[in-house]
């Protein structure tokens, strides 16, 4: 932990009067934070903000809430929450993030913050990388996440990066810091929590110190990662301009410059956080980029399309009225939603509605994907009998402007066999029972 204050005290250059919003759930990683920056604001005269989000998704969450504003008024911290009252989006965790930094940003506008401080440890970083490499990335993707980002007008600082979860909870139970425990965390239907109570925990026992080689593999990606962007900078405005990419200029340049670029302006796009986007989608774009058709498009996640017109291709939001589809389900589907449905060959530990497994003998082949139409029903795994597809969208709160593009597979008689995401039909079968056919979404 020392070295934590180090970095602090040495790296950061806080100044007496600076503002720091610090990213706050409650758990022991934060409530340790922002127990270290209490002693520096002591010392240092420094504002501290501590930005809760309460995702209201479980019975504890408000007392969480009611605990963590009585530790900040006694402290003399600033206390900021927002409560979120509905998700609506199929991809909780992406979505979580995306709300949790929209609200942080406003913070540091608010207060005219020098630094958004954040509680991620070196197992984050390694679940990152691991989540990364299974989903395709660029050399700066697979590095995870770096300790200090700057951001122009305020810095995203990690302090914590080095410490692992365990060393974190030792130094709360030495500190006597009280802190909630998420039981969501340990549900392994969320995709990182598969990565941290499976697959970490066998590393670990490899090496003890396996989290210092991931970080030193960081540490190189990024290196690399910085002087292949230094040489995507030298022609990036030259082949992207207004928004368009010259697909002439674009096609001439080396294949690591020309992925580059592509991740690049995603980056602009979706931001920082590209676990939405993966290795399928980088090539749907190349594929549309070199076919011989003038006018093609590629939908992407969160009603994204990319559009070639001849010699350019430029990205725009899906708004308009969307015309219903059917595609046969043959290796891979790119659905007009953004997302993927995949044949897979080796199956995974992996029981969500993002799989299903089927016996060819029970449906009748083809299978394919469309959209929802008026009266679709499905009878669902585990229930007796069937029911509606609206009724699906509305308890699962889907998004009145998601339900015309969500898909829905079918067999060639017309049987629902799996809303992806959302439900598997009564077909579906267990990892014990015969099946021969594998379906992904993502």
Known sequence: MEEVYNFIRNKISLKPGDVVVVGTSGGPDSMALLYILNEFKNIMDLKLVCAHLNHNKRMESDQ??????????KNKIIFECKKVEKWGDDNFENEARTVRYAF???????????????????????????????????LKGYSGFSRIVDKGNYKIVRPLLTLTKAEIEEFCKKNKIKYCIDKSNFDLKYTRNRYRHEI?????????????????????????????????????NKVFQNGILDIEKFVVLDKIIQTNIIYTILEKIYGDDLLIIGDAHVDLLFNLINSNRSNSIVHLPNNVIAIKAYNELYFKYDEEEYEDYEIEINDLVNLPNGKIIEKIEDDINDNSNNIIRLNSKDINLPLYV???????????KGLNGSKKISDIFIDKKIKTSDRHLWPVVLDSSDTVVWIPGLKKSKLDKKNSEEYDIILKYY
């Open 64 to 73: 969480e809430q009611a605990d963590l504003s009585e530790f900040c008024k």
């Open 104 to 138: 942080f940003e406003k913070l540091v506008e608010k207060y005219n913050a020098k630094y958004l401080m954040t509680a991620h440890h070196a197992d984050d970083l390694m679940e990152t990388i691991l989540m990364r490499i299974v989903r395709g990335s660029t």
């Open 200 to 236: 970490l925990p066998f590393l670990k026992n490899e090496n003890p110190n396996v989290h210092k080689k991931f970080i030193k593999f960081s540490e190189i990606l990024l290196e690399n990662s910085n002087y292949i962007n230094k040489e995507v900078d030298k022609v990036f």
């Open 370 to 380: 469309r959209n929802k139409k008026e009266g679709d029903k499905i009878e669902v």
